[in-house]
């Protein structure tokens, strides 16, 4: 017993170590990216005073998951400072998903070196781009695609235990946190078990079951044709796969060739559980590619390609690297202290450069409670420490695109409304169409931000209420700016 004990905590303390590893090299931003879509929920729930306008870009979002709910319970038992709550929230998923990792992979490989090959990969490559679909495998920041991770792969694990119960818990989690996810979850569980007791002849049942899983969850599929909806549409064109690069394309389709060789490696090995999977996958992808050329290629279908059936090669993603990196373990690294470290530090040094290079700006990791050091976010801090709770903003629309800016959301740090913008809200109309007028009718009213003058503004707070508004140095001439630093100004309409 003793020496079990001890197995268990050597193995969660390399775990806590290799998460600790991963945000030193992957960084961490809270309030970066897709944080402007899913954070403005919980803080309305911990402060329902804010966000008096504007709140139909973020509560789409939320209302489909319980992530604002869980996220703010939370904070309100702990009591801890939003920031901090959020940071050990990322680091908890980080540290579920090796763990997860570290179960599956014990039942791909009867060796400790191969698991802990696969586990390490995925540590060391969290934010790889998932093809082209707009994805990581975890992001640098807290959302519901993080707590979905972790779940979706404890539930595959405990699928091949045969462990049913336990599987449908993990994907009634994932669901409950992001529908989607858990729905390509889901089908790859159906069709892991169809496999197994029916072999391959019944694996084209799944190709109507996936499809079908990504169906529900409130997405309205009326066709929209209004204007306003394709404008945001464009915005997104991952939902496209004619939009893709030919290199993302590549990512859909090479996958099935490893898989192949991984599902005959284990084969050889007699690894069951293992070649399993392979050949699982193999028909999940095809499904899923299949239906992406469906939904998106043909111009009608505009308003289906929202459901993304290409999103569900994130979990794909994830288990490759696990797979690929548990037979590099077994084959190649061994228990050569050098091999790993061959292959590790050069891959920890490229993706520490890679981040650097998207957040060139900003701290590495915006510790909680830290000054930022981003001028942008500089300016929303003092926003949301020196200005009305019902303050209503406008700035450039395509703000979280300029240079210095670093993709930092202005809702979730500001805590303040603003107009709505061209890279989220436009995410938000793309799988919500009834805002697209609203959407399109605000974006236009800040068209061409950088020719607007003292009257652009009256008219905005006269027809939008607006009240501030935030412009790029040197400014407007005529407005009262009551904070300015070298990127900003933060400036009353008079």
């Keep these: 017993m003793k020496l079990i004990l001890s197995e268990k905590h050597k193995t969660l303390a390399i775990l806590l170590l290799l998460t600790m590893g991963a945000l030193l090299v992957h960084g961490y931003h809270p309030f970066a990216e897709d944080a402007e879509i899913y954070l403005p929920g919980v803080e309305k729930i911990v402060h329902p005073g804010l966000f008096p306008t504007g709140q139909e870009f973020f509560a789409s979002h939320a209302s489909l998951t319980v992530f604002p709910n869980l996220i ?59 093809a082209g679909t707009a994805l990581y495998i975890m992001d640098q920041y807290l959302n519901p695609r993080n707590l979905a991770a972790f779940a979706v792969i404890f539930a595959v694990a405990r699928i091949l235990e045969k462990k049913y119960v336990r599987a449908a818990l993990w994907l009634v989690f994932a669901g409950s946190v992001h529908p989607l996810m858990a729905a390509f979850a889901f089908s790859f569980c159906c069709l892991l078990v169809i496999l197994e007791r029916f072999e391959k002849k019944a694996a084209a049942v799944n190709a109507v079951t996936g499809l079908a899983m990504l169906l529900p969850f409130g997405i309205s599929l009326d066709p929209p044709t209004s204007p306003a909806y394709h404008a945001a549409a464009m915005r997104h064109g991952f939902h496209y796969i004619q939009l893709w690069q030919w ?37 999940y992808d095809l499904v899923y590619f299949s239906a992406a050329l469906v939904v998106d290629l043909p111009a009608r279908f505009e308003s289906l390609a929202r459901l993304q059936p290409l999103r569900s090669l994130h979990l794909l993603y994830m288990l490759i690297f696990l797979i690929m990196g548990g037979l590099l373990g077994e084959f190649v690294l061994k228990n050569r202290a050098w091999r790993w470290l061959a292959l590790f530090v050069p891959l920890g040094v490229g993706m520490f450069l890679a981040q650097r290079g998207l957040f060139p700006s900003s701290a590495h990791i915006e510790w909680p409670g830290a000054a930022p050091k981003n001028e942008w976010s500089q300016a929303f801090v003092w926003v949301r420490d020196n200005t009305p709770v019902g303050a209503v903003f406008a700035l450039d629309p395509d703000f979280m695109q300029l240079r210095g800016e670093d993709t930092t959301g202005f809702r ?83």
């Design 412 to 494: 979730c740090l500001a805590q303040r409304s603003r107009l709505a913008d061209l890279s989220k809200d436009s995410g938000a109309v793309s799988m919500f169409p009834p805002l697209a007028e609203e959407w399109w009718t605000e974006v236009q009213a800040q068209t061409p931000w950088k020719s607007f003058r003292t009257e652009d503004f009256l008219r905005l707070k006269n027809k939008h209420g607006v009240s501030w508004v935030v412009v790029q140095q040197p400014g407007v001439d005529g407005l009262d700016c009551a904070y300015q630093n070298a990127a900003v100004r933060l400036c009353r309409i008079p």
């Design 72 to 130: 703010a319970f939370s904070l309100r038992v702990t009591h801890l400072p939003m920031e901090a709550g959020l940071f050990l929230w990322h680091l908890a998923s980080i540290f579920l998903l090796l763990l997860a990792c570290w179960e599956l992979s014990s039942l791909f490989f009867p060796n400790a070196t191969a698991r802990w090959g696969g586990v390490c990969l995925v540590a060391a490559l969290l934010t790889i781009p998932v």
């Design 247 to 283: 290199y993302e394309q590549l990512g859909i389709l090479a996958p099935v060739l490893l898989f192949w060789w991984f599902g005959r490696i284990a084969r050889v090995r007699q690894w069951r559980r293992l070649e399993l999977v392979c050949g699982a996958l193999i028909v």
